[in-house]
């Protein structure tokens, strides 16, 4: 940034500040503020020429502190006075000032961010999504009677002390955070992230990888000193069931995993996958070559993978790096190809249809009462509108007066933050989850472009953390990050459970009637789904005899 000097006739414009990165259009716009001359009619010259709005101001000769341009145009709308009050622009601000700023507009302080040491924008997104886990914050109550234990000079053990140091630092001041002591105890523990690239400066690395690589070294450090924090915080039961399709009379066989994220794969040959869910039946549905122990040689089975058990968060990846092989024909290598196609996700995550039998029979408790809440509000609202137009009759009867236009009510936030953030297990599971985070890459290949984090704040409000920039966001801009272009694509998505309390009611038998009547709707709804399957079998069979 530099500071230089503008005469305009008679008049002198000292100390103004010039962006040598900026546009000659961006400079105008800001002589005007000083003159009134519009953009578009301005001259400026510099060393005896006019210069040109394509021109590269930091290529100017001889451009430094002090230095003079001209500036040819005349006022409109108002005459030339005495700029009394100096333009000050958002990025001029001090953090202080930027928190006052955006506390009164938002009424609440801005975040923090984390400084770039090198192209670590990739754990930077990755650390603010994991912030928004409150039970990590909670890792501390069970680390300090510990700390004599822990081995000081080994890195990984350190690491969830250094992670709630970085997140105790995020809420006690107003300045962009310095990462270094963690990013070193990174580097230390996992080398596979201490690459080195051009210029002597590490590689871009791969934020799922890092998500992934971080947690399950806080879970396990955790494991070994007793702590159940991490205990199904992302854990969940995966139940997978084979079937030979080549065999009906060999049993289907069963079996369980542990798996800590949910795929979301967009690659389907010629049937492209539009949102998450279709991505999630891809991944959870297939068929697989294996040996058979009835046939006695390899042959094709069914796989279907049901979830069994609930984490308190989602991981959802969306498989957008795939390997694309050489190519002689077109002299290509083999490497890492991205798929920009646009895959939309709700803010409301309904895992339910991929649930086990034995988990939705579970769950339907815990939707029969959200069921249940829901026709007692609509009830209750119902009887108030019948008192309301009961008494605009009477009113009316009453009065020739014409009857006074009622105000429509505000719209409430479509998130309940109290359920939203609530402690797990004291209401009934639903298999619902709320959108909390999302981590976005830009660019082309994994090993480059940027990433940002997103996370939520309340109610609508967002933060989009681009390393230190920091600024709010809207659910609305959050969901837009689907993809479809070289615009920040959704990659990592983290959901958080919502649980739901039961009422007290005076007979607890209307649970059980909702359970039975939501049970017997799912088997007509089953029954006309097999009716139509039948319904759509036959006419295939009657071609093929008529053949």
Not at 302 to 319: A, D, G, R, T
Not at 324 to 336: H, I, L, P, R
Not at 469 to 489: C, N, Q
Request: hydrophobic share 35%; charged share 30%; with cysteine.
């Amino acid at each position: 940034m530099l500071k230089v000097n503008v005469k305009w006739g008679k008049t002198k414009f000292s100390d103004v500040e010039l962006d040598t990165t900026q546009s000659l259009e961006q400079f105008k716009c800001q002589l005007f503020s000083l003159s009134f001359i519009p953009a578009e009619k301005q001259k400026v010259m510099y060393k005896g020429k006019v210069l040109k709005d394509d021109v590269e101001l930091d290529k100017l000769p001889g451009l430094k502190n002090g230095a003079i341009f001209g500036l040819l145009g005349t006022a409109e709308g108002q005459e030339l006075k005495a700029v009394k009050v100096k333009t000050r622009f958002v990025e001029d601000l001090t953090e202080e000032e930027k928190q006052e700023l955006y506390k009164e507009i938002q009424g609440m302080p801005l975040p923090v961010g984390l400084e770039n040491l090198g192209n670590t924008c990739y754990l930077n997104s990755v650390l603010q999504v994991l912030f928004k886990v409150k039970e990590i914050q909670n890792y501390g109550a069970d680390l300090i009677p510990r700390m004599q234990t822990l081995n000081q000079e080994d890195p990984k053990e350190l690491l969830p002390i250094l992670f709630l140091d970085l997140y105790s630092k995020t809420q006690t001041t107003t300045s962009a955070i310095s990462p270094q002591q963690f990013m070193m105890a990174i580097l230390k523990s996992f080398p596979q992230f201490d690459v080195p690239g051009e210029g002597g400066v590490r590689m871009q690395q791969d934020a799922e990888e890092a998500f992934s690589t971080l947690v399950e070294s806080m879970e396990s450090q955790a494991d070994r000193m007793g702590s159940k924090v991490f205990e199904n915080l992302f854990k969940f039961t995966l139940e997978t069931t084979m079937k030979n399709t080549e065999n009906e009379e060999e049993e289907p066989t069963m079996e369980y995993e542990i798996s800590r994220k949910l795929y979301c794969h967009i690659d389907n040959q010629n049937n492209p996958i539009n949102n998450m869910f279709d991505g999630f039946k891809l991944s959870l549905e297939g068929t697989i070559e294996k040996n058979s122990p009835t046939l006695e040689r390899n042959a094709v089975y069914n796989k279907v993978q049901k979830i069994s058990s609930l984490p308190s968060y989602f991981m959802v990846q969306f498989v957008r790096f795939v390997r694309k092989g050489a190519s002689v024909y077109a002299g290509t290598k083999e490497t890492n190809t991205k798929l920009l196609r646009a895959v939309s996700y709700p803010r409301v995550l309904d895992v339910y249809e991929f649930c086990s039998d034995t988990l939705k029979a579970e769950l339907d408790k815990g939707r029969a009462e959200v069921t249940l809440q829901h026709e007692e509000e609509t009830e209750a609202m119902l009887s108030n509108k019948d008192l309301e137009e009961e008494k605009e009759i009477e009113d009316k009867s009453l009065t020739d007066k014409k009857p006074v236009e009622k105000k429509k009510k505000k719209k409430g936030p479509v998130i309940n933050d109290e359920s939203l953030y609530r402690q797990h297990g004291l209401g009934l599971d639903t298999g619902r989850y709320e959108l909390v985070g999302v981590v976005t890459h830009k660019g082309r290949a994994i090993n480059s472009g940027h990433y940002i984090g997103w996370t939520h704040q309340k109610d609508d409000t967002w933060c989009q953390f681009d390393d230190d920039i920091v600024k709010f966001a809207t659910t609305e801009e959050i969901l837009d990050l689907k993809g479809g272009g070289d615009w920040h694509t959704a990659y990592i998505l983290l959901y958080r459970r919502v649980e739901i309390i039961p009422k007290q009611r005076a007979h607890k038998e209307e649970i059980e009637k909702k359970v039975e009547e939501m049970t017997d709707e799912k088997k007509e709804e089953e029954m006309v789904d097999e009716k139509k399957e039948e319904e759509d079998v036959k006419p295939m069979e009657d071609g093929l005899d008529l053949q």
